[in-house]
């Protein structure tokens, strides 16, 4: 039996890469400089991995920005804007595809990024034109596996196929199906497979993860035709599938011409058995038994005994690995010295994950009393964990259960709230107000810091937080906004902010997972049972309040983005961990109204992204995902207004769960997609009041007046004017003050020309 790897990850404990790419792109390190970091990261990715005891080492999971990027490179999928190259495509080209910017060179239109599938990490999107030729255009994946030749390592190559690459894919030029594409791109990927047959390549990994989605027809019998097509007696193919089930799209994929394929045991374990049942005694398969995206450390004893059986019946022709590639865990739990050893007994990085798969390993090879300590330290952290008080609180267990239907329900419709709402906030037609965040100014963070690092006290720190809160305040009443923010100056983080407040979270010194380029996030841990100890954000919106006659919006993060942004617990479901979180929010709410707050908004920026793979699991998740944020917000009176805020999100699949969330007033981003995002509300006639974004604040640009006004006029085209609000797409937190005052002086006199514009015509009616 052998143990191997799908993906190491490639941004270094210590975020190496992020450090040499960003100083590479500010021109304080050559490209030789930046070359000799991303080997030597690549030499000790390999070498722990080889000292871990692993078989077989990935090459080629190694990128300067991310891997589908590199596909696109190695197959010459180069939009034309960035270049015609005869040779291999150059690093700043490569740069300014994910970029639009390289330290030589004219700036270009970068190209899109998008998630990887269920995943936090976003990649670069292909583009395909009309008669989208394909060329090899790097020599980085050969160069790279002589690399690991030259140290000993035996390597196997890892790249994206060629099904999953055109699925992610976008048609920018033309109209034509992708698919189209398959009989000019299958030349080049064996052309791939000959190189590396000819470097004396055993064994590549071809990675197809489209195999667990719900696939169209045409696409799952374009494997089969895909694969004869790259049919050759070497190297050997081990396909790699991951995130879920194989389900419907197993037989397909048993049945390619491969030679071997590897399953997510761990997002999907009941599909062991349907596959060993189709797997043919001259392939290989193997197992994704260890989690490669979460950081729980495995349960070595029920990993083995899970193993019995396809062991019986494939002796070595079962092969053990992580479930996926280890690049959305962090690196090294070693490095963690501020977790207290319990907690730290819990957990596993991508270094410990490898040690585990090598333990599994040697215990089938060579009996489990070959490494009975490891089994038993294994087993007794299992079981503290199991029974540790720190996880248990039985009073949130006795709460969860008394959720009852009153709980999830507003006392009164949308429609008798809104007008107490009204009576009571008296707004003008076309409310202005903002997202939340105003710019976090190097100031702020530093205060944050020194507070953080016991620099400065408690007192000092609050003192100059009111500062900032004041400043905002006034800033916004000198504009003219009819809702006001505190401006969230106390907030590092959306998420982490909330869970350092609530018991149940721990927090990493190192735990950075790459989230695209040299982006990276150090998601919080869900260890235990949610609970809130004591009110978050009163101190904070209430001081807001008291210095102001305008409505203060209080300002949460939403119970589904909490547990989508952190490393969740895998002892319950997803949603059990995520009504406990919408508990503790419930009393946050409820203690803002009590305390004179009369507006809440509850950001879920994360709910679309949440939606499984599987289209059959999406009304289960919709269904927990709306009680959390009912559960959350419908414990407040009728006139006390609740909002929400969505951006990035595509709301046509999820519309009607959008308005079960039953949210006085949702704000979401549209500004950059001229308002067609509003078409989804449109269609579904989304009854409750919506502030479309009208201006992008990801951009530098100030947005005219007129353009507001056009924008708003479009989208009362088809919603009432009643139910319209104006705010921008998302937070200011990213933008500096002057830029800040411009757009919202702008938005602002929108509104007055809206509502003049409005008087006027019902005067001429
Ligand atoms: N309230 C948050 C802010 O204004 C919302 C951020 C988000 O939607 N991602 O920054
Ligand atoms: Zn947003």
Redesign the pocket.
């Known amino acids: 039996m052998l143990a191997h790897n799908l993906g190491f990850p490639r941004i270094g404990a210590k975020r190496e890469l992020k450090l040499a790419l960003e100083n590479y792109w500010q021109g304080a390190i050559s490209r030789a400089g930046l070359e000799d970091t991303g080997r030597r990261l690549r030499a000790a990715h390999w070498q722990q991995q080889a000292s871990a005891g692993l078989d077989l080492i990935p090459v080629g999971d190694f990128s300067w920005y991310d891997q589908v990027l590199d596909m696109s490179v190695l197959l010459g999928v180069v939009p034309p804007r960035f270049g015609d190259f005869k040779d291999d495509v150059p690093i700043d080209s490569y740069f300014r595809m994910a970029r639009g910017r390289a330290p030589t060179g004219e700036d270009v239109p970068a190209c899109e990024m998008t998630k990887w599938f269920d995943t936090n990490y976003h990649y670069i999107v292909p583009e395909f034109a009309a008669k989208q030729s394909f060329r090899i255009a790097s020599n980085s994946l050969f160069a790279e596996v002589k690399e690991a030749q030259q140290k000993g390592h035996h390597v196997k190559p890892v790249f994206i196929g060629p099904l999953t690459y055109l699925w992610l894919g976008k048609v920018k030029t033309g109209t034509f199906n992708k698919l189209e594409l398959v009989d000019s791109i299958l030349p080049i990927y064996r052309q791939i497979l000959a190189k590396l047959a000819s470097l004396g390549v055993e064994w590549v990994q071809i990675d197809e993860p489209i195999l667990v989605l719900d696939l169209p027809i045409e696409w799952r019998t374009a494997f089969e035709r895909c694969y004869s097509g790259l049919q050759s007696p070497a190297p050997k193919i081990l396909l790699t599938t991951y995130f879920g089930a194989l389900a419907e799209n197993a037989v397909t994929a048993i049945r390619l011409p491969i030679d071997g394929l590897h399953i997510d045991l761990v997002r999907a374990p009941n599909q062991l058995a349907h596959v060993i049942e189709l797997m043919p005694s001259d392939k290989v398969l193997s197992l994704g038994i260890v989690d490669g995206r979460n950081i729980w450390r495995t349960d070595l004893n029920t990993a083995l005994s899970i193993l019995e059986r396809p062991a019986a019946r494939l002796g070595d022709r079962l092969w053990l690995a992580p479930s996926c590639s280890l690049m959305h865990c962090p690196v090294d739990l070693d490095l963690e010295t501020e977790l207290d050893n319990e907690l730290k007994s819990w957990l596993a990085f991508a270094k410990q994950k490898m040690v585990e798969v090598v333990t599994l390993k040697r215990a089938m090879n060579e009996g489990r009393d070959a490494v009975a300590d490891i089994l038993a330290a294994s087993s007794h952290a299992i079981q503290s964990r199991q029974i540790s008080p720190r996880i248990h609180n039985a009073q949130v267990a006795e709460r969860l259960a008394h959720v009852n239907d009153a709980m999830i329900r507003r006392k009164d419709a949308f429609s008798s709230r809104i007008v107490l709402q009204q009576k009571q906030l008296k707004l003008p037609k076309y409310p202005t107000t ?4 105003f710019p976090q100014t190097s100031e702020i963070r530093k205060t944050r810091r020194d507070f953080k690092t016991g620099k400065l006290d408690r007192d000092m720190y609050i003192t100059r937080m009111r500062r900032e809160i004041k400043r905002a305040v006034r800033k916004q009443e000198e504009y003219g906004l009819d809702i006001i923010v505190h401006g ?1 100056a106390e907030r590092n983080d ?1 998420v982490e902010y909330f869970g350092e407040a609530l018991a149940g979270f721990a927090f990493t010194q190192t735990g950075w997972v790459q989230s695209y380029g040299s982006r990276c996030v150090k998601p919080p841990i869900i260890f235990g049972d949610v609970s809130r100890p004591a009110p978050i954000t009163m101190e904070w919106s209430t001081y807001a309040q008291s210095l102001t006659d305008r409505p203060v919006k209080g ?1 949460l993060t939403g119970p589904v983005t909490i547990l989508q942004w952190s490393f969740v617990r895998d002892d319950q479901p997803r949603s059990k961990t995520c009504l406990q979180i919408s508990l503790a929010l419930r009393d946050e709410v409820i203690d803002l109204e009590r305390a004179g707050i009369k507006i809440i ?1 509850i ?1 879920e ?1 994360a709910i679309r992204e949440g939606l499984p793979l599987r289209k059959s699991e999406w009304k289960p998740y919709l269904n927990w995902a709306v009680k959390a944020f009912r559960i959350a917000s419908a414990g407040v009176r009728s006139d006390t207004q609740i909002h929400t ?3 990035y999100s595509e709301f046509n699949d999820i519309i009607a769960s959008i308005a079960e969330m039953d949210a006085d007033v949702i704000t979401i981003e549209t500004s950059r997609s001229d308002m067609e995002l509003l078409d989804a509300f449109v269609e579904f006639e989304y009854p409750n009041q919506i502030g479309p974004g009208v201006f992008d604040i990801h951009s530098p640009r100030v947005t005219p007046v007129e353009e507001m006004v056009r924008l708003i006029e479009k989208a009362q085209r088809h919603i009432p004017a009643e139910r319209l609000w104006l705010n921008p797409d ?4 990213t933008r500096d003050w002057p830029e800040v005052e411009s757009c919202l002086k702008n938005m602002v006199q929108a509104a007055r020309i809206l509502r003049e514009r409005g008087d006027a015509s019902a005067t001429s009616a």
């Not at 903002?434 to 965040?437: L, R």
């Not at 998302?730 to 937190?733: D, F, I, V």
């Open positions: 903002t997202i939340g965040s969230e959306m300002m908004q950001d920026p805020h969505m951006c998302c937070g200011l937190k």
